[in-house]
T-cell receptor, first 114, second 114 residues
Framework: NAGVTQTPKFQVLKTGQSMTLQCAQDMNHEYMSWYRQDPGMGLRLIHYSVGAGITDQGEVPNGYNVSRSTTEDFPLRLLSAAPSQTSVYFC?????????????FGPGTRLTVL | GENVEQHPSTLSVQEGDSAVIKCTYSDSASNYFPWYKQELGKGPQLIIDIRSNVGEKKDQRIAVTLNKTAKHFSLHITETQPEDSAVYFCAARVGPGGSYIPTFGRGTSLIVHP
């Protein structure tokens, strides 16, 4: 298994540009989520999904959209990038959203918005 | 919602010493407490977890203790080694019947000097 994969690893955008951060997992996990990590702020939840076709907002959803058309993929879209979205983004998956257990994180995408 | 406080933000020790990281949580319904280790340039990875029906759990040099009455839990690393240098995150999560979204602490940067 490749686990949780994310692309790209690095990205530089100009203010106002749009882009999609890709996330995929091959473990057949129902629960997937997106976090952003900023210095001194820990991991903050952006959006999450408990299964295909179901998404919900986390702690910091503004400026981001998600969709979950398949179990495997959970892309994160920035419609109009802002410098405040400069961060490291992590995707994570979990086999069972209704029971507490290990989350598996991807390697991250480092995004800079100029 | 749940609030997780983590201390210290930075911890510097000499190789061979012990390191202790402490977290407090606010939601008495939380029943799952994982600890993640994040090495430079990588995503967080689970190193140990504890559930609310257990007071202590050990795995070689790593141990976690939980005090449900005081709502705090701690990570103990004995005989630290330079490869233990990383950022450590605690989290709290409510299981079945409650929110399945984990709340993370802000992280502790552990530096082990050779």
């Amino acid at each position: 298994n490749a686990g949780v994969t994310q692309t790209p690893k690095f990205q530089v955008l100009k203010t106002g540009q749009s882009m999609t951060l890709q996330c995929a997992q091959d473990m057949n996990h129902e629960y997937m989520s997106w976090y952003r990590q900023d210095p001194g702020m820990g991991l903050r939840l952006i959006h999450y999904s408990v299964g295909a076709g179901i998404t919900d907002q986390g702690e910091v959803p503004n400026g981001y959209n998600v969709s979950r058309s398949t179990t495997e993929d959970f892309p994160l879209r920035l419609l109009s990038a802002a410098p405040s979205q400069t961060s490291v983004y992590f995707c994570a998956s979990n086999p069972d959203p209704f029971n507490p257990n290990e989350q598996f994180f991807g390697p991250g995408t480092r995004l800079t918005v100029l | 919602g749940e609030n997780v406080e983590q201390h210290p933000s930075t911890l510097s020790v000499q190789e061979g010493d012990s390191a202790v990281i402490k977290c407090t949580y606010s939601d008495s319904a939380s029943n799952y407490f994982p600890w993640y280790k994040q090495e430079l340039g990588k995503g967080p990875q689970l190193i140990i977890d504890i559930r609310s029906n257990v007071g202590e759990k050990k795995d070689q040099r790593i141990a976690v203790t939980l005090n449900k009455t005081a709502k705090h839990f701690s990570l103990h690393i004995t005989e630290t080694q330079p490869e233990d240098s990383a950022v450590y995150f605690c989290a709290a999560r409510v299981g079945p019947g409650g929110s399945y979204i984990p709340t993370f602490g802000r992280g502790t940067s552990l530096i082990v000097h050779p």
